[in-house]
T-cell receptor, first 114, second 114 residues
């Protein structure tokens, strides 16, 4: 079945460091890929999505490129801030049928130290 | 904009007790979801509902009941609370099925079993 793998469970960085959170997926066809962010005390919220090969999603300085060749959708940010501390989820949506399930990665907890 | 309201924010109960979480949304979305969030385990779908009075089981439905009596509300009942069920429960909604559409989440309800 379809799956999403986030390699890093926890990431600790200093402000202005470069961030990469790896996301690889397994699915047939062209799933829609998402990054959600969950700040402390809040529910997850959509960061951005991408639906086609080579499509780049971006928001708030974060970006990720849909790569069907490597089945990846890695999240990157050039210079993190303390306010970016949150849990980041990569997710996949199977496009077959209206009531398909959203498949979530396990999440990556990012801590940015001042 | 809309909002998803989950009540209560903290629910404390005894082992074996039946406990109910409530969720209201004013987006006028068709589909609503209940997820369970455990640290390091990501988000796991318990139940979802595509319209009023509809219920669909997710991957983690055993030990839970759900009810969708109105389009705007979706409740989740833990039928017999256990200490290993202490987690955050997240309610979400979307316009239609999960295929490519954004989920909007509430802030979560934390279940504490004593």
């Amino acid at each position: 079945g379809d799956s999403v793998t986030q390699t890093e469970g926890q990431v600790a960085l200093s402000e202005e460091d470069f961030l990469t959170i790896h996301c690889n997926y397994s699915a047939s066809g062209y799933p829609t890929l998402f990054w959600y962010v969950q700040y402390p005390g809040e529910g997850p919220q959509l960061l951005f999505r991408a639906s086609r090969d080579k499509e780049k999603g971006s928001s708030r300085g974060f970006e990720a490129t849909y790569d069907k060749g490597t089945t990846s959708f890695h999240l990157r940010k050039a210079s993190v801030q303390e306010s970016d501390s949150a849990v980041y989820y990569c997710a996949l949506s199977d496009r077959v049928g209206d009531n398909s399930k959203l498949i979530w990665g396990l999440g990556t907890s990012l801590v940015v130290n001042p | 904009g809309g909002i998803i309201t989950q009540t209560p924010k903290f629910l404390i109960g005894q082992e074996g007790q039946k406990l109910t979480l409530k969720c209201q949304q004013n987006f006028n979305h068709d589909t609503m979801y209940w997820y369970r969030q455990d640290s390091g385990k990501g988000l796991r779908l318990i139940y979802y509902s595509i319209t009023e009075n509809d219920l669909q089981k997710g991957d983690l439905s055993e030990g839970y009941d759900a009810s969708r009596e109105k389009k705007s509300s979706f409740s989740l009942t833990v039928t017999s609370a256990q200490k290993n069920e202490m987690a955050v429960f997240l309610c979400a909604s979307s316009i239609e099925g999960t295929g490519g559409n954004t989920l909007y989440f509430g802030e979560g309800s934390r279940l504490i079993v004593v």
